[in-house]
Structure formats: structure tokens, C-alpha cells
């Protein structure tokens, strides 16, 4: 059975990264598509961005200077990095999976990211 | 950018009864790219339907999507206990980007 975990801090300084992890468990990452997406009560869910597994990214424009997604595909990992965050970036972070563009079959439990000094 | 808003915010029901939750997008979408999820309490948000209308893997037929063009309605027959949650509609365009709408909460009447 396929899972997703996501791993990082919880707690990051206004200014700093966010760096999070997400280990993919129970199949390769071939052939699929791989996102962040992150929920706060202001914003609802919002897609920061995705990684194909041969590592093309597209992200969401509203953060494209600010975020990074990796891959490491013999780790069966991905990464995302937002740099110079705010308050406003505190959110639940998860990490989906994708069989095509248009949807997310698997999700990760989520991870609690606070921004505050 | 496409707007996904739904409605109503908040649906109270009783068990056995059939829902109705309402998905508006702000321009005409490709119903391919128009997808349901259902989210509890503490946990991720799970797939229900993609395409508008496929209920994904293990998605009981209780649950069916419809729609086109700017309206898509989620329908929930015979509600059971297990149902009462947060439902979001979420939707693709080539830019990439992904839109979600705001949540309609499900709850027990």
C-alpha cells in the first residue's frame, strides 16, 4: 500500500526556509506526478507546485519566486522549500500524488509548518 | 483565474437522507479536469470523484458527481454517520494550475 509522510520543522522564523520532505513508501515514484499543497483558515488549499518524476516542476505562479520542489527518486523522497516566509505561510503542508495533471488520488497526513520568531 | 465557489457553506442533514453540494466556477471549465474530495477532522483530504462524474477506487455508489460547463453538483444519497465532513471541488488548467473552492460542511442535523 501505497503511503506518503511528510517530515520538517514545525516551527520556522519569519525571513527563514521552509524545507519539508515527503518519503514515499510502497511503490516507485515512476510515471507520476508529485505536489505540495498547504491549507490554512484564510487561504483554504492551495497548490504551491508539482515535480514529474523525471523532474520537470511547474508551480503555482503566486509563489513561483519563492518555492522549490525536488526530487530523489532512488530515495523514493521530494522536497519543497519556500524561502523568506511570512506569518501568512502557516499552514498544514501535504504532499500528493498524481496520475495525471488533473487530480490528487493519495494524500499525506499533513504536517502543522507555524511561522513565528 | 477560475473562481470555484460552493455552496451552501454549511448543509445540516440526518442520516438517511440525500445531499446535495453545489460547485460554481466563475467561467466554463473542462468537466474533465473537475474533481470532488471529502475531508475529516485531522486528516488529508480523499479523493471522491474526478472527471465530474468517475468515483475513484473504493468510493461507495452513494456518492455521485454531475455537471458542465459552470455548475457540477456532488450527490450523496442515503447518508451515512461516516459522511459528515468538509467537501471541496478542485479544478485544473494548463497554466499549470490547481483551484480548490472553500469547503461545504456536512453536518449531522
Known amino acids: 500500500q501505497v503511503q506518503l509522510q511528510e517530515s520538517g520543522p514545525g516551527l520556522v522564523k519569519p525571513s527563514e526556509t521552509l524545507s519539508l520532505t515527503c518519503f514515499v513508501s510502497?511503490?516507485?515514484?515512476?510515471?507520476?506526478?508529485w505536489s505540495w499543497i498547504r491549507q490554512s483558515p484564510g487561504k483554504g488549499l492551495e497548490w504551491l507546485g508539482y515535480?514529474?518524476?523525471?523532474?520537470?516542476?511547474d508551480y503555482n505562479p503566486s509563489f513561483k519566486t519563492r518555492v522549490t520542489i525536488s526530487v530523489d527518486m532512488f530515495k523514493t523522497q521530494f522536497s519543497l522549500r519556500l524561502s523568506s516566509v511570512t506569518a501568512a505561510d502557516t499552514a498544514v503542508y501535504y504532499c500528493?500524488?498524481?496520475?495525471?495533471?488533473?487530480?490528487?488520488?493519495?494524500w499525506g497526513r499533513g504536517t502543522l509548518v507555524t511561522v513565528s520568531s | 483565474e477560475i473562481v470555484l465557489t460552493q455552496s451552501p457553506g454549511t448543509l445540516s442533514l440526518s442520516p438517511g437522507e440525500r445531499a446535495t453540494l453545489s460547485c460554481r466556477a466563475s467561467?466554463?471549465?473542462?468537466?474533465?479536469?473537475l474533481a470532488w474530495y471529502q475531508q475529516k477532522p485531522g486528516q488529508a483530504p480523499r479523493l471522491l470523484i474526478y472527471?465530474?462524474?468517475t468515483r475513484a477506487t473504493g468510493i461507495p455508489d452513494r456518492f455521485s458527481g454531475s455537471g458542465s460547463g459552470t455548475d457540477f453538483t456532488l450527490t450523496i444519497t442515503r447518508l451515512e454517520p461516516e459522511d459528515f465532513a468538509v467537501y471541496y471541488c478542485?479544478?485544473?488548467?494548463?497554466?499549470?494550475?490547481?483551484?480548490f473552492g472553500q469547503g461545504t460542511k456536512l453536518e449531522i442535523k
Open positions: 472527471g465530474a462524474s
Open positions: 510502497g511503490d516507485s515514484m515512476d510515471s507520476y506526478f
Open positions: 500528493a500524488r498524481h496520475p495525471g495533471v488533473q487530480y490528487f488520488d493519495l
Open positions: 515535480i514529474y518524476y523525471n523532474g520537470k516542476t
Open positions: 467561467q466554463s471549465l473542462n468537466s474533465a479536469y
Open positions: 478542485q479544478h485544473y488548467v494548463t497554466s499549470p494550475m490547481y483551484t
